[in-house]
Structures are given as C-alpha cells and as structure tokens.
C-alpha cells in the first residue's frame, strides 16, 4: 500500500501556516500532504480521523530530568531523581510530546572528568530500560579542563551528535566563575555547540539564604525570597556580556522573570545570539501558590520548589506572556525535574538519610520541620529544587495561552516543536511535517467534544506522587501521540513500548550556527580570538 498510516480531517498546524488537510505516512516518515487522498491511495492503510481537531508536529521538550545522579542530583542536594527514562517518556508521550532532551552530567568527581564517560555511563541508563519517546542529551559541564574541552568536545559532536551543553552561574557543586564561563563558552563556540547557561547569581542566593536562616525564616516558601528576580536579572546580564566578549551563541535555561525576559529582550535588539527558553511553572504558579500551604510545621508547599521560583505575581506573568508572543522566548520547555514528595531521598527531606524516622509523623502529610531542624540549621536550603511537568507541558500552553487566544497555534508549535527542533540541530527531521520529515505527531481532541477536566495526579503517567497543578482545570489534551509513523498514545491509553523510542544524534544548531557580521567587525574580538 502507499500508506501505513493516513490522517483525515486535521487541522494540520506548523510553525507557518495552518490548513485543512490529511497527511499520509508510510516507513515511519511523512510522505505526503494533500487535500484529500482516493480511496486507492488510502487502501491498506490504518486510519485516523481527526475530526477538525488540531494536528501539530509532536511535542520536543528540550529541557528533562531523567535518571539524573543521585549522590548529586541536579544539584547536589542528594535528591533522588522520580523518573527514569522509561517513566519519564512515558509521561512525555501521554502529553504529546514525542523527544525529549535530557541531561548528561559531569560532576566534579575525578572520575567524572572525561565528558565522553559520562555520557557512556548516562547512555547505559537510558538503554537499561529503554524510552517510549525519542531521545537525545546535553551535556553539563561543570569543570573547565582545557585538555578535556579540547579533546572531547569534537568526539561529543562526532561520534554522539550532543550539539549542546548547560553551565550553572548557581550551586556550589556546579558553578563556573566568570572566566571559567569563558573558558568553556570559548571552546563550545569554536565547536559550534550551543551553550545553555542557568543564570542565577549563587553568591546573592547564598547570602540571602544566610540572612533568612538567621531569622529562622528556613520554611518552603522562603526559597522564594532567597531567589527575587534580580538574582537572574543579574546573572543575565553577565552572562550575556561574558558571550558578547567571545561572540558565543547562548540560550538561558527556565528564564522565569520580567527583568531576565528584559535583559534577553536588550541583548537581542543589540543583534546579539542571544536565546532563551521559559516552562510551564512561570505561566501558572506564583508566590500565592507556595504561601498557600505556608505555616511552620508544612512542607506542602516545598512541591512547588524550582530555581528559578515562580515570579511573585501576575504582573509578572503578563510580560512573560509578551515575552511568548513577541519573539523573546525562542522555546517552551518543561524543566521536568522528579523528586517525590512522600520519600526519604524526595522533596521535603532532601539530605536526611534515616528513612524510618521521617514517616508516620503528624505535621502535614507526616514530615516533621523540627525533626529537620534539630539536625540540619536549615530547611529549604535542603530541598531539591525542581518540579515534574513533562506531561503536563503542552496542555498547559494549550489551554492558557492557545485557547485562551494569547498565542497564535503556530506560535505554539513554533515554540513546542519546531525552535528546539532548529535550536538543537533535529530541524527538520522533527519540529516539521514536510515529506521526509519523521511522522511524529500530536492530535488534539476536537475542542467541541472534548469535557474539560479538573486534573488530579493519577491521571498522569511519571513515578512523581504529585503534580503542582493538582486541581487544575484543562480544556484539551492530546487523543493520540504518533511517534515515527506508531500511534503510542490514545484516547487515555498509552500504546507504545519502553523501546520505541530511539536516541537522536543532533546537528549543529540551525538558529545560532555563524554569526553574520560579527566575526567581520573588526572592533570585536572575533576579529583576532578565533583566528
Ligand atoms: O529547580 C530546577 N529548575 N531544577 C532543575 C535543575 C535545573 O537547574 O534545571
Ligand atoms: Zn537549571
Ligand atoms: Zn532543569
Ligand atoms: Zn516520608
């Protein structure tokens, strides 16, 4: 037959353009789109009607935790990663989202100097259980050995296609000082790999976390006031001119405030490569959410801890969403960071090792504040920061920006698909429904048929045993996730296996590779550093 699988009645969206169509697949790739297919063309081919429901390329969350260290978690605040890659994809394809980008990471351990180790040891992970969704990594660095940047870089790109690495300005087991941010800015640039970089500055977030511990004030909320926006206004506006001195293409990881939007904003105006990415948590969390649950004794609302925190109200919100609408943001990701709320190893305990004692107590949902301060002088110093979202990312958007008329649909998929597609060197292999292109899809229900839903957390498919948007109410969700040409999820169900999925070797970025103009003006260092 000329399909294997055929989509009638979509609203089939890219990042350009929206139209009435079907799309025809066969061999796991996009073969054709067409008005309409004859039943000769159709035959032998399985089926989907659409129902005037959206149809968009699948969900590229670049930004997942998965299988993430536990001596030191993303942080090195000894939490223990929820979900593994199988999971974790899971939980990704009942979202829509149909590759995910997760996180290699070097620690500063001897034995973790070499890059390429890292990533054997963290590949081995991922092929240990296998991935329902298609997968790809970055690599953290976290130390600037020249020999190591020099050698390994090339092989990363070569032999592993990661075209990408983050840098943390934060946490004292992964931070970099400014010049060794330039020390490894200066090598990825001269590799073509896309730096990530999480700005916050670590020294306000360490005096700041000294002061409220002295004031006692050490309960979940006060993560917040540890972290106020200028502490990524900041770090932003350094990093951006650490990148400007070496003309470095850099995106900024879970960009969560007004002034970090602000900053991203002046250095894209100045012609700068600057990029940045914005999750979920910033669109519908705020400080109203972590004080919900605050009281001494209550470590609810240490579910809703990530760096950067949720912004401290709405007013903020509004010029994120401007942020999403006018082009600042180049992509959406989840920052799916899983630790479980009710474990030793999870959010509210962080470091404590004696698991007995932490359950069956009577505050809150059994975690005691006074047993944790009676061994450590701090609390939330201690959580784990992130939170998991890697399902609930796309209808997230949909339902408060898409439907609620604040982006247009391919600003949606623009933003979930297609810039990390571009952005991470998939581009157009995935984030496109061209011919050639891998027949990854998500199908929404058609909004007129579909209830919409208060969302409670065993409708969702990680090992997290909670979701910060319990309660929630969402207009739409995906009916199916097509992964290659497979349906994998539908109607409620998942469908695919743990071994679907398959690891994406990665391209040079197609959004910062060369930089026009700027290695030819003579008044910028490019003009003799890179020769
Ligand atoms: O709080 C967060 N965002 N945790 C995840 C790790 C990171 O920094 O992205
Ligand atoms: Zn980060
Ligand atoms: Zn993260
Ligand atoms: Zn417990």
Redesign the pocket.
């Known amino acids: 037959s000329k399909f294997d699988l055929v989509i009638v009645n979509g609203t089939v969206v890219t990042a350009s353009d929206i139209s009435s169509c079907c799309i025809g697949i066969k061999d796991e790739k996009i073969r054709a789109l067409a008005q309409s297919f004859t039943d000769d063309e159709i035959a032998g081919a399985e089926v989907i009607d659409a129902e005037g429901a959206y149809v968009m390329p699948g969900g590229i969350d670049a ?1 997942v ?1 998965l299988c993430q260290d536990l001596k030191t978690g ?2 090195g605040l000894g939490g223990e990663c929820a979900d593994n890659f199988e999971t974790g994809s899971r939980s990704a394809i009942a979202g829509g989202t149909t590759t995910v980008i997760t ?1 290699a990471t070097q620690t500063r351990a001897e034995e973790d100097r070499s890059l390429i180790k890292v990533v054997e040891a963290y590949n081995a992970r991922a092929e240990a259980t296998g991935s329902y969704a298609d997968y790809g990594f970055h690599i953290i660095i976290v130390r600037n050995d020249a020999d190591v940047l020099e050698n390994e870089l090339p092989v990363l790109i070569q032999d592993w296609g990661i075209s990408s690495c ?1 840098l ?1 300005m934060t ?1 004292e087991t992964q931070r970099l000082t400014d010049s060794q941010l330039l020390d490894v800015m200066f090598a990825a640039r001269k590799n073509a790999i896309t730096t990530m970089i ?1 700005a916050e500055n670590g020294d306000m977030i360490e005096w700041l976390t000294d002061k409220l511990e002295g004031k006692g004030m050490v309960a979940p909320f006060y993560h917040a006031l540890s972290r106020p926006p200028l502490v990524e206004g900041e770090a932003t506006n350094r990093a951006i001119a650490l990148a400007q001195l070496i003309q470095n293409p850099i995106l900024f ?2 960009v969560g405030s007004a002034l970090g939007a602000a900053n991203v904003r002046k250095a894209q105006t100045m012609g700068l490569p600057v990029y940045a990415e914005t ?1 979920p948590q910033y669109f519908n969390l705020t400080w109203e959410d972590l004080k919900r649950f605050h009281s001494p004794t209550c470590f609810e609302n240490s579910k809703m ?4 925190p949720p912004p401290p109200d709405n007013s903020d919100q509004e010029d994120l969403f401007t942020g999403l609408h006018n082009g600042t943001f180049t992509i959406y990701s989840s ?1 799916h ?1 899983p630790f479980r709320y009710d474990h030793p190893h999870g959010k509210p305990t962080g470091v404590l090792e004696d698991e007995a004692s932490m359950h069956g107590e009577s505050a809150c949902t059994g975690h005691n504040i006074q047993d944790l301060l009676s061994r450590k002088e701090g609390a939330f110093r201690f959580i ?4 998991p979202g890697v399902e609930t990312r796309l209808p997230l958007l949909y339902t408060g920006a898409l439907a609620a008329g604040r982006i247009t649909p391919q600003k949606f998929v623009e933003l979930t698909s297609t810039n990390p597609a571009k952005l991470y060197g998939l581009y157009p292999r995935k984030g496109a429904l061209m011919p050639g292109s891998d027949a990854d899809l998500v199908i929404w229900h058609p909004e007129k048929k579909f209830q919409p839903f208060r969302l409670t957390n065993s409708q969702l498919h990680h090992n997290v045993d909670y979701t910060p948007y319990e309660g929630q109410e969402f207009i739409n969700w995906p009916r199916y996730t097509i992964l290659r040409g497979k349906v994998v999820w539908a109607n409620g169900e998942i469908k695919g296996k743990p071994r679907d999925g398959k690891y994406q070797k990665r391209g040079p970025s197609q959004l910062s590779h060369g930089l026009p103009g700027h290695d030819r003006d003579p008044h910028t260092v490019a003009a003799w550093l890179y020769k």
């Open positions: 930004h935790h993303p942080h996180f983050k943390f946490y999480h990881v879970h999750c801890i990530c760096s950067p920052d960071c784990p920061n992130g939170i």
